[in-house]
Nanobody, 115 residues
Framework: QVQLVESGGGLVQPGGSLRLSCAASGNFFSIYDLGWYRQAPGKQRELVASITSGFSTIYADSAKGRFTISRDNPKKTVYLQMNNLKPVDTAVYYC?????????WGQGTQVTVSS
């Protein structure tokens, strides 16, 4: 059974930075693809960034040039470094682990960008 626990959210001013972390339990972390999604109030959950087991990355257009996803397999952790944050980035951010059988989700961490 996989459990995902996010941390690192909070309140930040426009232009600021945050680093989100997602720690996973379970085995074989290194073989899974991982992602960060977000959901703003009244909107659907959307992909922000993903990283494969081979360390290939994909970013939403809104995240390109500002966000960086990375993973540390020995620590079973995936990160999302967010720079130059904007009010439109305000959302609950969710960690995702994708296996061939199912997707696993964390509980989410709130990111609020406001002056």
């Amino acid at each position: 059974q996989v459990q995902l626990v996010e941390s690192g959210g909070g309140l930040v001013q426009p232009g600021g930075s945050l680093r989100l972390s997602c720690a996973a339990s379970g085995n074989f972390f290194s073989i899974y693809d991982l992602g960060w999604y977000r959901q703003a109030p009244g909107k659907q959950r959307e992909l922000v960034a993903s990283i494969t087991s081979g360390f290939s990355t994909i970013y939403a257009d809104s995240a390109k040039g500002r966000f960086t996803i990375s993973r540390d397999n020995p620590k079973k952790t995936v990160y999302l470094q967010m720079n130059n944050l904007k009010p439109v980035d305000t959302a609950v951010y969710y960690c995702n682990l994708h296996s061939v059988y199912r997707d696993y989700w964390g509980q989410g961490t709130q990111v609020t960008v406001s002056s």
